[in-house]
């Protein structure tokens, strides 16, 4: 079992729907990042989180430390959303979960 | 976010050359340089962990001879792909940490674009 589980692997959207992407993860953490790569293979860091909640425009990502889950929320989603969306988390080193394909379409 | 970024962006060589990558932190010092590689359709696994001034850590399964990596100043990092194969093809991402301003953000890693490597 790996040590970072994403769900949905791939998620079909249309445009202004509101999208959620889960992590789970087995480690205790000292933090946790939301990364998004586009097509191009850039990565961005979208959020870290340790605990609670964070928002960033349309994007909120959410922690529960006991549960050992966290949440990426997108609110009107666009097409310019369409990207891989990571979850990683971090305990001296970062350790990606598989990502979640996110196609948004118009 | 602080700016990382990486040259070059993409490369093709010839099976057998050495090719070097570079990761820069343009507006922070980075203590702490990391170097992914990225196969088609997968996450990123960890290769390395570089501190400036210090030997490279590598993961298991990285073979430290042929990929070199130097850390000698806060703001560069260098990856050398020695004796390429075309197995090493693949998508390799540096990122960086360090202390990015007063923001209580010195945890958080900065991902560089990425250099995308061919080898014929």
């Known amino acids: 079992k790996n040590e970072v589980e994403q769900s949905p692997q791939n998620l079909t959207a249309q445009e202004g729907e509101f999208i959620t992407i889960n992590c789970s993860y087995s480690v205790g953490i000292s933090a946790l990042h939301w990364l998004q790569q586009h097509p191009g293979g850039g990565i961005v860091s979208l959020f870290m989180?340790?605990?609670g909640k964070k928002k960033h425009g349309r994007l909120i990502a959410t922690i529960n430390i006991q549960e050992k889950h966290s949440s990426l929320h997108i609110t009107a989603s666009h097409p310019r959303d369409s990207a891989v969306y990571i979850c990683a988390v971090s305990y001296g080193k970062l350790t990606f979960g598989q990502g979640t394909i996110l196609t948004v379409h118009p | 976010g602080a700016v990382v970024s990486q040259h070059p962006s993409w490369v093709i060589c010839k099976s057998g050359t050495s090719v070097k990558i570079e990761c820069r932190s343009l507006d922070f010092q980075a203590t702490t340089m990391f170097w992914y590689r990225q196969f088609p359709k997968q996450s990123l696994m960890l290769m390395a962990t570089?501190?400036?001034?210090?030997?490279?850590?590598?993961e298991q399964g990285v073979e430290k001879d042929k990929f070199l990596i130097n850390h000698a100043s806060l703001t560069l990092s260098t990856l050398t792909v020695t004796s390429a194969h075309p197995e090493d093809s693949s998508f390799y991402i540096c990122s960086a940490r360090g202390l990015a301003g007063g923001d209580g953000r010195h945890n958080e890693q900065f991902f560089g674009p990425g250099t995308r490597l061919t080898v014929l």
């Open positions: 570089s501190n400036e001034g210090s030997k490279a850590t590598y």
């Open positions: 989180l340790s605990s």
